[in-house]
């Protein structure tokens, strides 16, 4: 079974717009941490925001938010007032346990655009 | 600080042939990760070292690869005997210690003829 979801292959915004990247998981570990990541045509891989399993709240930085439902198993990320830079691929990742392997396992991504 | 180097940018090489991708993480990160990405997909974990040893290389494909960190900084993902299959974008990345996260490079972009 696939660890990470994104139901989305592409998704497009209007400047200025809000956003939602879905994410779903799949683990039977009570701890995880969930991470998105964005892509940029360049290449280059750049967090975004983390939220542990046993995090009371969403996580927040800046205009990322992250939509943390436990019971439904998803993590989705919302971009406020989007920007024509955050034209991008982004990843949903989960890293399981406490005290295993520090390994990520990413979803297939989903290509945001941002329309002028 | 510079962020997390790889080198070269670009490989190009021969099916059969030996490359050597390198990795020169974040000053001070203890954990170095290899991940593989192709085409349309998300990062695939490789092997992951804290320290000098590998903690993990449960997602090393087969004996072709392996990959080292002789003095617990920069690590070579090497790979023997290429195969067309082989042809990927390389992505290294660093964490200052365990559960923080993960910075990546601009990785290598390998391509087997």
């Known amino acids: 079974a696939q660890k990470i979801t994104q139901t989305q292959p592409g998704m497009f915004v209007q400047e200025k717009e809000a956003v939602t990247l879905d994410c779903t998981y799949d683990?039977?570990?009570?701890?995880?941490?969930l991470f998105w990541y964005k892509q940029p045509s360049s290449g280059e891989m750049i967090f975004l925001i983390y939220q542990g399993s046993y995090d009371q709240q969403n996580a927040t930085e800046g205009r990322y938010s992250l939509n943390f439902q436990k019971a439904r198993k998803s993590a989705n990320l919302v971009i406020s007032a989007s920007q024509l830079g955050d034209s991008a691929m982004y990843f949903c990742a989960m890293r399981e346990g406490d005290g295993g392997s520090e390994k990520l396992v990413f979803g297939k991504g989903t290509k945001l655009t941002v329309n002028p | 600080g510079a962020g997390v180097s790889q080198t070269p940018s670009n490989k190009v090489t021969e099916k059969g042939k030996y490359v050597e991708l390198r990795c020169d993480p974040i000053s001070g990160h203890t954990a170095l990760y290899w991940y593989r990405q192709s085409l349309g997909q998300g990062p695939e974990f490789l092997i992951y070292f804290q320290g000098t040893g590998a903690a993990d290389d449960s997602g090393l494909p087969n004996d072709r690869f392996f990959a080292v960190r002789p003095e617990g900084s920069v690590s070579t993902l090497k790979i023997q005997r290429t195969e067309r299959g082989d042809s990927a974008m390389y992505l290294c990345a660093s964490s200052l210690q365990r559960g923080s996260p993960l910075h990546f490079g601009n990785g290598t972009r390998l391509t087997v003829t």
């Open positions: 683990t039977s570990d009570p701890s995880y941490g």
